[in-house]
């Protein structure tokens, strides 16, 4: 566990030029045989060996130049092979041969086997587990591909690139080689092998190439990939009209894998999938798993432009490609869906994770400057955030400015690993805008706060605000520069216009973005004619926290008028957030909690606003989480008081709006068979909200209990259940849906993860031993990573009251899983610990058992760099 810092950067001292791999593929006993040709860069000293990466590795031959080579030559460990006296010649061939256990990696990372597939994982550093080898981004080059196998158990066998050919081999095996011409590191390499149904389509490309497009699934899953198959088609065209990206080979394949450590993973021409983002049917799937699995094929898709094609020189400059490539999938989705809601959904989904994260332990830059453990930078903050300061780069250079910045960054790097400088650059070049104090986004980390206070001289018939910045202190990062921060803007006037300023002094606007660039910063507008209402931060232009003092009249005014619909769910969760965190103050208290009447007409005024979309009128509807509103309150956090108190407020909105959700339950109804699109998605999404609502008012299972039976798709089904299991978890009504929901579903795992997930958040201490208890039923399977997030992953980051228990049982339950899960599989262990990053804002009891919970872990003897580094930071 070294920590390696950016500026220690070094190009390789030798060119790798070719890659010959051939793998006889053996569950427990797979014989790697790489041949590497290299160069020596130019003024590289001939004594300078060659030193290539290992991980558990033993070397069982090294042929330098097709001979032999001695003893005297070389120093192998799991860690290393280094290679000295080498010829003076340049090129010369390393072949180095390995055996790997597949059956035996636990890890996921590297070659591993899967239900009998052999798949692998190479990103980031999982390649060096496969064979000794150069294994970094900015090492490119061109692979050929044999795999040999049993062919009855290996029917379909699998690698980068173009189909070559294959043919019978000895004794029962078969082989397949695999051609990739595109140049590319090892961590975008993949093999996939064993016995897969498979799903086949075409896609003809905008130059008239005819693409194969070809999804393995498991066999009878096939029917399950044909959403993924349209959403693929979709993503391809997307990415040409939008980006005028093409694809650049014969096939494209995707192989969904059930046991897999992240989302997917883009390897060039075959992308591996967690099979939960490329399986669904109505049955079976929600419209969120829908809404995931588009995004998540579109991503995948995309970076074969943004990482691929264009690659990162070093780990680093992960967000080169993960922050771009997260903004190319919303934009997509947006385009797809409704622009609004899925602005909501991407902000609802910044504030919760990536803020947390910028304001604790964790918080790093979007371009970190050292790391311990690689894999746990692959953050929040790299991807979301990281498509956020893109975002803002396409705002504050406007559309065509933009588009010319990326045309230029593909022109320029294609073929290339690059860092952000090169990629800022593009932009500076098209646009001619300076970006030298934009780019402290990627430099400074933590979550700027910008206060503003603003007035009106009705005799001048000018607007004045006045904002203030400031970057929080964060780890390793105490003084901070002030950031050139876009904000878009509008002044609503009385009459629900927005007014067009006469000019605008104090600072640069361009179109309704303002350019906040100093610390403190006053602009004036000129020629408004009455006292507006500002609306700033439109569209969440910029990953801020705003700190501005508005009226429940203004926001209600800007709820009702402004033309930035995301700008109106933003001024009704303004407006309910002081309630919210009111009520849990007075809960804490013991005092009575009220609703502002404001609030509750302003909510329903919005969702029964027919002119409005069903999707935007259910985000309305749901309220800020108790996450939300614990990050709101800062500190000395009581999560049962903030559970206590949203709850109150939720059965005073549903009392007083009654009327309304029984409409909406009625209206909302579809008739006729279930389809995943945007706007039916929407509907469901408003009527189960309306029914969530009227069960808080109505106190009992019985409508829920209807709506489980009544359901006829799994958007619905899985809603019922969960206020079941949620609002009325002794009820007979939650245990026997509980019970028909298993039964109705036994067998499909991806079902029962919801099954498990929804109990794993039934709110209060009893959780725990539910918790528990689940992980002794049989389809808890503690090696499979899904299982594994489903319950103890949802349990801890998606239960504030159960994890939360003021004895700091939670905390303890978790430091042995963690401890448990780490020896098999030190990523998905390190990752599900990030869910007590936030542990400090707790009151002080809670606090102190969860730093003793994290103290155990610390001390404990072995543990994976990976957990280290995340106990460390966090106890820091
Ligand atoms: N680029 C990938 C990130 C990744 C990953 C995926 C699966 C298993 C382990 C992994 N380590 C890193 C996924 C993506 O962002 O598209
Ligand atoms: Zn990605």
New binding site residues.
């Given amino acids: 566990g070294q920590i390696v810092h950016l500026a220690d950067y070094r190009p390789t001292d030798f060119v790798l030029e070719r890659v010959d791999l051939t793998f006889e593929l053996d569950p427990t006993n797979t014989k790697v045989e790489a041949r590497l040709i290299f160069h020596r860069r130019e003024g590289v000293d001939p004594s300078v060996p060659l030193v290539l990466d290992g991980d558990e590795l033993t070397l069982s031959g090294l042929l330098i130049d097709q001979s032999e080579a001695p003893a005297s030559r070389y120093d192998a460990t799991p860690e290393s092979l280094t290679i000295r006296d080498l010829p003076a010649e340049t090129p010369f061939e390393v072949t180095v041969t390995t055996f790997i256990n597949p059956e035996a990696n636990s890890q996921?990372?590297g070659l591993y086997r899967t239900s009998g597939v052999y798949c692998t994982?190479c990103?980031?550093e999982?390649f060096r587990r496969i064979t000794y080898f150069p294994d970094r981004p900015d090492v490119l080059a061109p692979y050929t591909i044999t795999i040999i196998a049993d062919k009855a158990a290996n029917p379909v066998m699998l690698s980068n690139g173009n189909f070559l050919g294959g043919g019978d081999y000895d004794e029962g095996r078969h082989f397949a080689a695999w051609f990739d011409p595109h140049p590319k590191p090892a961590?975008l390499f993949a093999l996939v092998a064993g016995d897969l149904g498979v799903v086949e389509d075409t896609f003809t490309t905008m130059s008239g190439r005819d693409v194969k497009l070809r999804i393995y699934v498991e066999h009878g899953k096939e029917p399950r990939a044909a959403y993924a198959m349209d959403a693929l088609k979709r993503s391809m065209k997307w990415d040409e009209e939008r980006f005028g990206r093409e694809y650049d080979l014969d096939i494209f394949m995707i192989v969904a894998v059930s046991d897999?450590?992240?989302?997917?993973?883009?390897n060039k021409g075959l992308n591996?999938f967690?099979d939960k983002y490329v399986l669904a049917d109505p049955e079976t799937a929600t419209d969120q798993d829908y809404a995931n699995i588009e995004a998540?094929i579109a991503?995948?898709y995309f970076?074969n432009w943004t990482?691929n094609r264009i690659t990162c020189r070093d780990w680093f400059q992960l967000c080169l490609?993960?922050g771009l490539?997260?903004y190319r999938d919303h934009e997509f989705s947006a385009d797809q869906r409704s622009r609004a809601v899925k602005r909501v959904a991407e902000v609802r989904h910044l504030k919760s994770e990536q803020f947390p994260e910028d304001a604790g332990p964790l918080a790093h830059p979007v371009r970190p400057t050292k790391y311990r453990e690689i894999?746990n930078f692959?953050t929040t903050t790299v991807?979301e955030k990281g498509s956020e300061v893109t975002r803002m780069i396409a705002t504050l250079l406007g559309s065509k400015d933009f588009k010319a910045g990326m045309d230029l960054y593909f022109e320029r790097h294609d073929g290339q690993a690059v860092t952000v400088e090169d990629y800022l650059k593009c932009f500076e070049d098209a646009s001619g805008r300076d970006l030298e104090q934009f780019s402290l986004w990627y430099h400074q980390a933590g979550t700027p706060l910008v206060t503003a206070s603003s007035s009106y001289d009705q005799k001048k018939g000018t607007f004045t605000l006045s904002l203030e910045q400031m970057l929080p202190a964060t780890p390793g990062q105490s003084n901070k520069e002030p950031m050139h921060i876009p904000l878009s803007l509008a002044l609503i006037l009385d009459n629900g216009q927005i007014a067009a300023p006469t000019a605008v002094k104090g600072g640069e606007m361009t179109g309704d973005v303002l350019h906040l660039t100093e610390r403190k910063q006053t602009f004036t507008f000129s020629g408004i004619s009455s006292r507006p209402v500002l609306s700033l931060n439109r569209s969440f232009s910029a990953p801020i926290n705003l700190h501005f003092d508005q009226t429940p009249a203004d926001l209600a005014h800007i709820a009702r008028h402004d033309t930035d619909l995301f700008a109106r769910w933003q001024a009704l969760t303004d407006l309910a957030m002081p309630n919210l965190m009111q009520a849990a103050r007075d809960a804490r208290e013991g005092r009575e909690i009220t609703c502002d009447p404001a609030l509750t007409a302003a909510l329903l005024e919005a969702a029964g606003d027919e002119a409005l979309e069903p999707a935007f009128r259910a985000q309305v509807l749901t309220l800020p989480s108790e996450a939300d509103i614990a990050r709101e309150l800062g500190g000395n956090n009581d999560p049962d008081a903030i559970h206590a108190g949203r709850h109150a407020i939720l059965s005073a909105i549903a009392r007083e709006g009654n009327k309304t959700f029984l409409r909406l339950f009625d209206e909302m109804k579809i008739a006729g068979p279930y389809a995943p699109d945007a706007a039916s998605a929407g509907k469901r999404a408003l009527r189960n909200s309306a029914l969530a609502y009227l069960t808080y008012a109505e106190g009992t299972p019985a409508r829920a209990a209807q709506a489980f039976a009544a359901a006829d798709n799994m958007t619905d089904l899985a809603q019922a259940l969960t206020l079941l299991a949620h609002r009325f978890p002794d009820s007979a009504e939650a245990q026997g849906a509980l019970d028909t929901f298993l039964k109705r579903f036994d067998g499909n795992a991806l079902v029962i993860d919801k099954w498990f997930s929804i109990q794993a958040t039934i709110p209060g201490a009893g959780a725990l031993a539910r918790v528990k208890a689940l992980m002794e039923n049989p389809r808890f399977v503690s090696t499979n990573p899904n299982r594994v997030r489903s319950l103890i992953g949802t349990f801890a980051f998606g239960n504030p009251t159960g994890f939360n228990r003021p004895d700091g049982e939670g905390y303890r339950f978790l430091a042995e899983q963690i401890l448990s899960i780490d020896p098999k599989n030190p990523?998905l262990a390190a990752r599900i610990l990030t869910s007590m990053r936030s542990w400090r804002s707790l009151e002080p009891q809670r606090a102190d058992h969860a730093r003793s919970a994290l103290a155990t872990i610390e001390r404990a003897e072995t543990l994976s760099t990976d957990v280290r580094d995340i106990v460390e930071r966090m106890l820091k």
């Fill in positions: 996921l990372m994982q990103e980031a999982g961590y897999f450590n992240m989302g997917a993973m883009e591996v967690n998540i991503h995948e970076h990482g490609k993960e490539t997260v894999n692959y991807y990523q």
